[in-house]
């Protein structure tokens, strides 16, 4: 399966800080997205990039793709302490009928 | 408000029981998905449906069952064959299968 993997595991920055995390993967997707999850709680939806696009930003997010190297980065601009969460990418696989595949997350905590 | 919701939000399940864990979307989606996530770990996939009376196995469906008879029910069965129950188990629904998913909050089960 072409399951992304995030890094770092976990990251603790200061608030105003920016954060910065990466997800890698393994085959061809159609696209990548991240997703935030809050403790106990759903996933959310944040972003999604496909694989004809290099970057994409929405509000304080910028996601960058690079399929050559298979990765991808997101970054929060200005951190506020509301960001700590863990977040996960997802890829879609590129060929027949897929679903998403999720790595195992970034754990984010901002500090007031 | 559109949306899924998951009931109960806590489950308990005693040994050689087993238990129905409810997911209900009004996003008019024809893909429904199960995810179980364990501690500190990413998103498995157990089950998805496609469509109506249609579903397939994911990753880890073994010691589960599931059902779609209507578009927007996908209710999971949580059988006594399955010896490590303990989780958060999220469900989620999207136009299709790579695109964007929207996640239920999620129901804890934990066995007696």
């Known amino acids: 399966s072409q399951q992304g993997e995030e890094d770092p595991q976990a990251l603790s920055i200061q608030e105003g800080e920016n954060a910065t995390m990466n997800c890698s993967y393994k085959?061809?997707?159609?696209?990548l997205q991240w997703y935030r999850q809050n403790s106990g709680r759903g996933l959310v939806h944040l972003i999604l990039i496909r694989s004809n696009e290099r970057e994409k930003h929405s509000g304080r997010l910028r996601v960058t793709l690079d399929t050559s190297k298979k990765s991808s980065s997101l970054l929060i601009t200005a951190s506020r302490a509301a960001d700590t969460a863990s977040y996960f990418c997802?890829?879609?696989?590129?060929?027949?009928?897929?679903?998403?595949?999720f790595g195992k997350g970034t754990m984010l905590l901002v500090s007031p | 408000d559109g949306g899924i919701t998951q009931s109960p939000k806590y489950l308990f399940r005693k040994e050689g029981q087993n238990v129905t864990l409810s997911c209900e979307q009004n996003l008019n989606h024809d893909a429904m998905y199960w995810y179980r996530q364990d501690p500190g770990q990413g998103l498995r996939l157990i089950y998805y449906s496609q469509i109506v009376n249609d579903f397939q196995k994911g990753d880890i469906a073994e010691g589960y069952s599931v059902s779609r008879e209507k578009k927007e029910s996908f209710p999971l069965t949580v059988t006594s064959a399955q010896k490590n129950p303990t989780a958060f188990y999220l469900c989620?629904?999207?136009?299709?299968?790579?695109?964007?998913?929207?996640f239920g909050p999620g129901t804890r089960l934990l066995v007696l």
């Open positions: 989620a629904s999207s136009i299709s299968g790579v695109e964007t998913q929207y």
């Open positions: 085959t061809s997707i159609n696209n």
């Open positions: 997802a890829t879609g696989g590129a060929s027949g009928y897929s679903t998403l595949t």
